[in-house]
């Protein structure tokens, strides 16, 4: 969707709804619909052994970030999904939709009106029907960005309760997490 000329993806609107944990976690539910990303030790994620495709945008950069298994929210800690998420704000910030220079409350930017308005306006764009047929990466970017744990409930309930995508609780198992070793199987 386009703001004043300035093209946000569904990362940026899913840190405007939910801030940088929001964001990770509808690339993660894309990745997992692209097959990329399954769930691993209780509460985390890892990836598989599939490199046929390449992840877009900010999917891509929380794709790299994973090595070994690590939950959603210690995700966000990582220094190029931190970058990343950075640059969303920024990005949200130069088409103001949030308020510049305020701190952030806890995980969340603090939206300004035009924020609700472009929330409100990509939600039309992109409704979410419970009889919705079968979806794609990118629709589920949308989906869980825009209407998040509604949307993970509907669509990868199995997924986002064992991946940890209802919690923020971070919390890094890593194992296999050696950087050179990106399938995240631990090393012998």
């Given at each position: 969707m386009a703001a004043d000329n300035i093209y946000l993806d569904a990362a940026a609107f899913a840190y405007l709804r939910g801030g940088r944990f929001a964001a990770v976690?509808?690339?993660?539910?894309?990745?997992?619909?692209?097959?990329?990303v399954v769930a691993g030790?209780?509460?985390t994620?890892?990836?598989?052994?599939?490199?046929d495709i390449e992840p877009p945008g900010f999917e891509h950069v929380v794709w790299h970030a994973l090595h070994g298994s690590v939950s959603p929210a210690g995700l966000t800690l990582r220094p190029p999904v931190e970058r990343a998420t950075a640059d969303l704000?920024?990005?949200?910030?130069?088409?103001?939709?949030i308020r510049p220079l305020l701190p952030m409350t806890s995980w969340?930017?603090?939206?300004?009106?035009?924020?609700?308005?472009?929330?409100?306006l990509c939600r039309q764009e992109h409704p979410f029907a419970i009889d919705r047929p079968e979806t794609s990466g990118d629709d589920v970017a949308w989906l869980v960005a825009l209407y998040g744990n509604d949307a993970l409930r509907q669509l990868m309930p199995a997924f986002a309760r064992a991946g940890g995508?209802?919690?923020?609780?971070?919390?890094?198992?890593?194992v296999g997490a050696e950087p050179d070793n990106p399938g995240g199987a631990p090393a012998v």
């Open positions: 976690v509808a690339a993660l539910a894309a990745l997992h619909k692209r097959g990329l030790r209780p509460g994620v890892h990836r598989t052994e599939r490199y704000r920024r990005q949200l910030r130069d088409a103001g939709l969340a930017p603090v939206r300004n009106s035009r924020g609700y308005e472009a929330l409100r995508l209802f919690d923020k609780s971070a919390t890094d198992d890593m």
